[in-house]
């Protein structure tokens, strides 16, 4: 057969309305996360990488946390303060329990402050691994991020709840002294402790949802065995040091002294309940980051 210009030999012609060619197949990089073993497991390193992310879930934590509520914010400041009107009858006028000098209302208000902030940071974070399962699931980051989130989205709450403790110390004649420029410090110390047991409650949650039904029996236990509605004066000497292995008893003995100005905390109670609190912190961690890799299997 002859060729004819213009045409072309053993190739079809292309046909009009015929799908393109697909592109040759490109190898994509595979990319494997394994968790780590041994005494690397926290990778500080990753959790510094993700700290946008952090603040984002913080943020985030913010704007849904009194999202179509009528009062919002105040909310922070309604809660304690009802306590607060609670505890100053049947503790301070039925019972007559001691407030070292102080009012009582101002007395138990500045124990309320960092319990109320400790209390629901346990609830909510203990929750936050179930109740962000499609979020923890679905994407890779590490799961930390998601109690830690909870219990700093409470510090606002905490700063909120402090507006009227200055409010009620100029009410009952006790102005802001020298000591309340330490407020941070005990702030901080209150966000390690609260960081610690959430992440062990958190991690337990997953495999064990008992901790639901366990969490308010154990925080109203706590509330006792913590000095909100007695002064730390009340507990004798011999026992003060084992009172500080509960490391919210330096919290609320360092608030009440910021804000009420008159018995500095127990510096022995002190050491303890800080030391307990970090033990709390890097353990929560490690275990956490332990259970991190099976967690979304198991939720």
Same mark, same amino acid.
């Given at each position: 057969?002859?060729?004819? $210009?213009?045409?072309?030999?053993?190739?079809?012609?292309? @046909?009009? =309305?015929?799908?393109?060619?697909?592109?040759?197949?490109?190898?994509?990089?595979?990319?494997?996360? !394994?968790?780590?073993?041994?005494?690397?497991?926290? &990778?500080?390193?990753?959790?510094?990488?993700?700290?946008?992310?952090?603040?984002?879930?913080?943020?985030?934590?913010?704007?849904? !946390?009194?999202? @179509?509520?009528? %009062? =919002?914010?105040?909310?922070?400041?309604? @809660?304690?303060?009802?306590?607060?009107? *609670?505890?100053?009858?049947?503790?301070?006028?039925?019972?007559?329990?001691?407030?070292?000098?102080?009012?009582? $209302?101002?007395?138990?208000?500045?124990? *309320?402050?960092?319990?109320?902030?400790?209390?629901?940071?346990?609830?909510?974070? #203990?929750?936050?691994? %179930?109740?962000?399962?499609?979020?923890?699931?679905?994407?890779? /980051?590490?799961?930390?991020?998601? $109690?830690?989130?909870?219990?700093? +989205?409470?510090?606002?709450?905490?700063?909120?709840?402090?507006? *009227?403790?200055?409010?009620?110390?100029?009410?009952?004649?006790?102005?802001?002294?020298?000591? /309340?420029?330490?407020?941070?410090?005990?702030?901080? *110390?209150?966000?390690?402790?609260?960081?610690?047991?959430?992440?062990?409650?958190?991690?337990?949650?997953?495999?064990?949802?008992?901790?639901?039904?366990?969490?308010?029996?154990?925080? @109203?236990?706590?509330?006792?065995?913590? $000095?909100?509605?007695?002064?730390? +004066?009340?507990?004798?000497?011999?026992?003060?040091?084992?009172?500080?292995?509960?490391?919210?008893?330096?919290?609320? &003995?360092? /608030?009440?002294?910021?804000?009420?100005?008159?018995?500095?905390?127990?510096?022995?109670?002190?050491?303890? #309940?800080?030391?307990? #609190?970090?033990?709390?912190?890097?353990?929560?961690?490690?275990?956490?980051?332990?259970?991190?890799?099976?967690?979304?299997? !198991?939720?």
């Amino acid at each position: 057969m002859t060729a004819t $210009p213009g045409s072309t030999t053993g190739v079809a012609p292309a @046909q009009e =309305g015929a799908a393109p060619a697909p592109p040759p197949a490109v190898n994509l990089p595979t990319f494997v996360i !394994r968790p780590h073993r041994g005494l690397v497991a926290l &990778d500080l390193g990753e959790l510094w990488a993700y700290r946008e992310l952090l603040w984002t879930l913080v943020w985030r934590e913010l704007k849904v !946390r009194y999202k @179509q509520t009528a %009062i =919002g914010a105040a909310w922070a400041v309604v @809660q304690p303060a009802f306590s607060m009107v *609670l505890f100053a009858i049947v503790f301070g006028k039925l019972a007559q329990l001691p407030s070292d000098g102080a009012p009582y $209302p101002l007395f138990s208000y500045a124990a *309320l402050v960092p319990w109320q902030f400790f209390s629901r940071a346990l609830t909510e974070a #203990s929750m936050s691994l %179930i109740a962000q399962d499609r979020l923890v699931t679905k994407v890779y /980051f590490p799961r930390m991020m998601v $109690p830690s989130a909870v219990v700093l +989205s409470g510090v606002a709450d905490l700063a909120i709840a402090l507006l *009227l403790a200055l409010a009620l110390m100029l009410y009952y004649g006790h102005p802001p002294g020298p000591a /309340f420029a330490a407020i941070p410090l005990f702030v901080l *110390l209150a966000v390690i402790a609260a960081c610690g047991i959430s992440l062990w409650l958190s991690a337990l949650n997953v495999s064990y949802r008992d901790v639901r039904y366990v969490l308010p029996f154990l925080t @109203q236990l706590w509330l006792y065995a913590t $000095p909100v509605v007695y002064p730390m +004066s009340l507990i004798p000497q011999k026992w003060r040091l084992w009172a500080g292995l509960n490391p919210m008893c330096g919290v609320v &003995d360092g /608030f009440r002294w910021c804000i009420l100005g008159t018995r500095a905390p127990d510096l022995g109670v002190l050491a303890v #309940s800080s030391a307990v #609190s970090v033990v709390l912190l890097v353990s929560g961690a490690a275990y956490f980051r332990h259970v991190e890799r099976t967690m979304a299997d !198991r939720i």
